[in-house]
């Protein structure tokens, strides 16, 4: 599966519509790094795959409730839209042999990210809905319902594709950010507004806690339970992030007396801390991709439901 690298702009005087109106982007939008090109490395490697063999709507598993339309996807802290863009270009591929069609959502907490990304997603000529948010805060959580009179019928989410590159940095007093406070914020300056606003949220990426995954934490959280039955979450995280989860995990397990901390393979762990029934609905987090830059080593990680197709 090709994924092409969408145009975009860092220009901070930047055309939205046809009428030339213009905004002022700010330094608090996080531009696109290594972190982000691996995560379309990550795509173009694996989705593919996960998705003829797991959200394909010719998925025959018996008694599933695969989707027949376009997926559902999400990225979370979109910044400047390029994940969104790429995978909408991908699945919306009339030419592409898994052209399934896609509804993206991109969330950001930053105003201006939010038209960053529907600007990238403008130049490349897909649709997305942007919407200013905490993570999947806004969304509604599933229901179980009594269809066909089974009360004990699993009930799941709607994403079945959900992108994070999130903050995962260490940052002074324990590398979380503090977020400036502003007493007065003009509502008739548009633009002195977006711009006080851009820099109240400058804290959701500048850094992620002691361990720097604090925010993938309450991420990991929503997904185990918005995600849909065969959904796939991709994941950015560096080492200390990752060693952080498997110390937790361990923990939690210790502390329920489980027999099998974790797998052998350190890779490919088990997570049982999420959700609103974590134990019974584990998700498993499996390393896809790393990559060494200056000073620490980035991996992508797809967490998904442990769910037997034989």
Known sequence: ?????????????????????????????????????????????????????????????????????PLLVVELGSGFGILTAAISMALNNTLSSIAVGSHCIAVDMNPIACRKTVMTCKHNDVEVDAIRGDLLTWMRQPEKTNANNDSNKEVYGPIDILLFNPPYVRGPEGEQAPTPRIAKIDTKDQVAHDRQLAIMADAAWLGGGPDGVDVLKRALHQAADLLSEFGVFYALMIDYNYNALVRDEMQARRDRADQNIYYDDLNNIELTTFGSTPASRPLICTRILSRNVP?????VYRIYRPIDFN
Request: glycine share 4%; charged share 25%.
């Open 295 to 299: 000073g620490e080593r980035l991996a």
């Open 1 to 69: 599966m090709i994924i092409n690298t969408p145009v975009y702009s860092i220009l901070e005087n930047v055309s939205l519509d046809e009428n030339n109106e213009e905004f002022t982007t700010a330094p608090s939008v996080y531009e696109p790094a290594e972190d982000t090109f691996l995560m379309l490395d990550v795509l173009e490697l694996d989705l593919e795959q996960v998705i003829n063999t797991r959200l394909s709507k010719n998925n025959t598993v018996v008694g599933s409730t695969t989707k027949c339309g």
